[in-house]
């Protein structure tokens, strides 16, 4: 039988660029020097770095973050997280298959919201738990694997390796972060922003949802309200 559990999103960073910030930084001066990029990345010192990435990302020009890739490990999200998470199109997905991986002892997440009525906790458990057994059931009677999963709800857990290059993961985060996401991927992604900032703090100091990376909402009358607090402390402070 599946277990039912509270999310638990569990991120890693498997690889990145080795020195991503320096790559880029050589990408950017490529553009503007007849030297190669390999003698640029050796002659670039920190501050030059800095200053390089600061002007790129106020300009708009982002184009040279794409050189920078980074690879996490995703477990613990549900196949509705999944949903969301593959509509961001410059990105490589390789997902635990339905098909081919027999989810006989699978988890199955469980809404914060649902958790704190226990009344209802208690009828989607059961729900779950008799999803669970007749899907069981269906592997015991022959039924292949890709056929039997058609009775798993889409709080079904899954895994993923998911790769992102910089830029792409800096407008990941502006939707992802944002308080308007749904709670799995908002989750998933603040612990990827956490990864990435580990090995490349410059380039994601300021990203997140864009009220902070932008300082704009795109949210309109369904805002969080963020925008607008933050907007009167700035205003307060001018």
């Known amino acids: ?114 958790i704190k009525n226990k009344i209802v906790l208690k009828k989607y458990k059961n729900y779950l738990k008799k999803c669970q057994e007749f899907y069981n059931e269906l592997l015991e009677l022959g039924f292949k694997a890709e056929d039997a999963r058609m009775v798993q709800p889409q709080s079904v857990q899954i895994k993923a390796v998911v790769t992102m290059n910089a830029r792409a993961l800096r407008h990941f ?26 090995v490349a703090p410059i380039i994601f100091e300021k990203a997140g949802a864009s009220c902070l990376s932008q300082k704009i909402c795109w949210e309109g009358d369904l805002s969080c309200g963020l925008y607008k607090s933050l907007r009167g402390r700035l205003g307060k402070r001018g």
């Not at 990345?41 to 790129?56: C, F, G, H, S, V």
């Not at 308007?180 to 612990?191: D, V």
């Open 1 to 114: 039988m599946g277990r039912q559990e509270e999310s638990v999103v569990r991120v890693e960073l498997l690889s990145y660029t080795g020195d991503p910030e320096a790559v880029v930084v050589a990408a950017i001066r490529q553009c503007y020097s007849s030297i190669g990029a390999r003698e640029l990345k050796k002659k670039t010192d920190k501050e030059t770095q800095r200053r390089l990435l600061a002007q790129i990302m106020a300009s708009g020009h982002t184009s040279t973050l794409e050189h920078a890739s980074f690879t996490f490990v995703i477990e613990g999200i549900s196949r509705t997280a999944e949903i969301h998470l593959v509509r961001h199109r410059i990105a490589s997905y390789s997902i635990q298959s339905g098909r081919y991986v027999k989810r006989g002892k699978t988890k199955y997440t469980i809404p914060p919201e649902i």
């Open 173 to 198: 985060f502006e939707l992802r972060c944002c308080q308007r996401a749904q709670w799995e991927i908002r989750e998933m992604a603040n612990k990827m922003l956490l990864e990435v900032k580990k």
